[in-house]
């Protein structure tokens, strides 16, 4: 099993830090709300809670020895608190932290795989694909549940958009297999298959449809850029 398609980072060391991330930035009001209302204590209470939760999971799934157990805790623990530092530097400059970010998560990588053995890492691997199958899933629902709020779908354009969807899902998951190890052609064999989805589901609307979602795209488009910058 290859090293490189074991992607601790992005499913442990990603949610420590970024995980504190993903818990203040869920948008206006809810967890958003309570995360900023914590005390600095709290969060470090918070983080605390699910690095003991990554842990433990990591245990029951592979079975580590308490040596190994200690290990990943140390190097986890080590991964959080850069992570951290570089998400409250880099306030301004998401792009920079992103940079610094990327070098801790191909360190913390190389350091996890220094603690398990090889069936260790074939069993991760196959438990990270079926969790990102369920991910997959659980976000094409979501955008469904989405378009056919704002366009409002009648059965037969659902049904349509739906196997679009599914079949654009595929060919996604394919590139990412095609690709793997090279991020660069896989985001641009995803984007590729993207737009094809999105020219598929226009032919499905009527022309009132259309002008919604392609000003639904323009938007998002706009949110992922004031992201890149």
Request: proline share 0%; with cysteine.
């Amino acid at each position: 099993m290859k090293l490189k398609r074991i992607l601790f980072t992005a499913a442990i060391a990603c949610s420590f830090a970024f995980g504190a991330n993903a818990f203040a930035h869920g948008g206006k009001g809810g967890k958003h709300a309570r995360w900023q209302q914590m005390s600095d204590q709290e969060k470090l209470e918070v983080m605390e809670k699910r690095l003991d939760e990554k842990v433990e999971r990591m245990d029951e799934e592979l079975d580590l020895t308490d040596t190994q157990e200690k290990k990943v805790r140390q190097i986890l623990e080590t991964s959080r608190t850069e992570l951290m530092d570089i998400r409250q530097r880099h306030k301004g400059d998401r792009k920079a932290g992103r940079k610094e970010a990327r070098q801790v998560f191909k360190r913390t990588k190389a350091e996890l795989a220094e603690v398990l053995t090889a069936d260790q890492k074939a069993k991760f691997e196959e438990m990270r694909q079926k969790r990102r199958g369920k991910r997959h899933g659980k976000r094409m629902k979501r955008m469904f549940h989405h378009l056919d709020q704002k366009l409002d779908l009648d059965a037969q354009q659902e049904e349509k958009v739906r196997a679009i969807m599914k079949e654009t899902r595929q060919k996604i998951r394919q590139a990412r297999q095609d690709n793997e190890g090279d991020r660069k052609a896989f985001r641009q064999a995803m984007r590729k298959e993207m737009q094809a989805g999105a020219n598929k589901i226009e032919k499905v609307l009527d022309a009132d449809q259309k002008k919604t979602f392609q000003e639904m795209r323009a938007k998002m488009k706009e949110r992922r850029q004031k992201r890149s910058q």
